[in-house]
């Protein structure tokens, strides 16, 4: 009997050969590389970029069909129109097109496609579908805030509000301090949305949801709770050693949108945050 992860092996390779390999080859583009459940591709222009991108995720909707929620395969595939340097011999491409593609990716939704400003600027949707605004986001290593737009079919995009994130899933929080020694935790979103709590850390474990044994880190450092449109928002709580997202730190009781992608530090603890 096959285990659980070869079973998901199994239909991630099933996804990849008779889904995103046939919708990429067929639109002029070219499958870079795989590992795992990412991708990456290179498309001729944006428009076809964006067509391919719907023709997969629709398609993946019925692969999905009838799996158990907990089998089902929820990517996120992210667009973005730049400049890129081409490896023939290696058969792989460089450059901040391609680093900002893998950021816009972060920001999708499972199941979802995001793209860049400069994306949405040009390619036009079918007409069953509109592009919904996510606003501009903070990305680690990029200078300037990106400016995300998520594609929707018409009827879900008039419906559902754009935000970060849905409200089911799991925040995932994974890092470490400058010595090296590892810290993690993970934050439900619908527990939070349904009981309306909110999740204090810091280093006192009488007074903190999670703890992080880090002298550099307050008793009660930092709050977790949901903000407008089912946001995650992080709250500074006077720390001494502060809290910063992506190198921008937040002034004491004042709260921040907290982002897929993002990197949260506290006190000398650095955290990436991801979402699924």
């Known amino acids: ?17 008779t889904i995103w390999q046939p919708a990429i080859g067929g639109a002029g583009g070219s499958l870079v590389h795989s590992a795992g459940d990412a991708m990456l591709a290179e498309f001729g222009s944006a428009v076809a970029a964006v067509e391919v991108a719907i023709d997969i995720q629709e398609r993946m909707a019925r692969f999905n069909d009838g799996l158990a ?11 973005h129109l730049g400049e890129i340097i081409i490896d023939e011999a290696g058969h792989d491409i460089f450059g901040d097109g391609v680093n900002l593609a893998e950021r816009v990716q972060v920001l999708a939704e499972p199941g979802g496609i995001a793209v860049s400003r400069a994306v949405r ?13 996510a606003g501009e986001h903070v990305a680690k290593h990029v200078s300037r805030p990106l400016h995300i737009y998520r594609v929707r ?13 849905p409200v089911r899933g799991v925040f ?15 934050v439900p979103m619908d527990e939070l949305v349904k009981r309306k709590q909110s999740v204090v850390i810091g280093r006192d474990s009488g ?37 910063s997202i992506n190198g921008t730190k937040i002034a004491a009781g004042q709260s921040r949108p907290l982002e897929p992608g993002s990197t949260l530090k506290l006190g000398e603890i650095e955290l990436l945050v991801r979402y699924d």
């Open 207 to 243: 007074q903190c949801d999670v703890v992080l044994v880090n002298t550099s880190v307050s008793r009660r450092h930092a709050r977790l709770s949901v903000g407008r449109n089912n946001t995650l928002q992080i709250e500074d709580l006077g720390s001494t050693n502060g809290t």
């Open 69 to 79: 929620e907990e089998e089902r395969l929820m990517f996120r595939i992210g667009v």
């Open 172 to 186: 995932h929080f994974h890092g470490a301090d400058i010595s090296g020694r590892k810290f993690g935790f993970d």
């Open 121 to 133: 600027d040009v390619a036009r949707l079918r007409d069953d579908y509109a592009y919904v605004d």
């Open 153 to 165: 079919a018409r009827e879900s995009a008039a419906t559902v509000p754009s935000g970060p994130v």
């Open 1 to 17: 009997m096959e285990s659980r992860e070869e079973q998901t092996f199994e239909r991630l390779r099933s996804a990849r050969d």
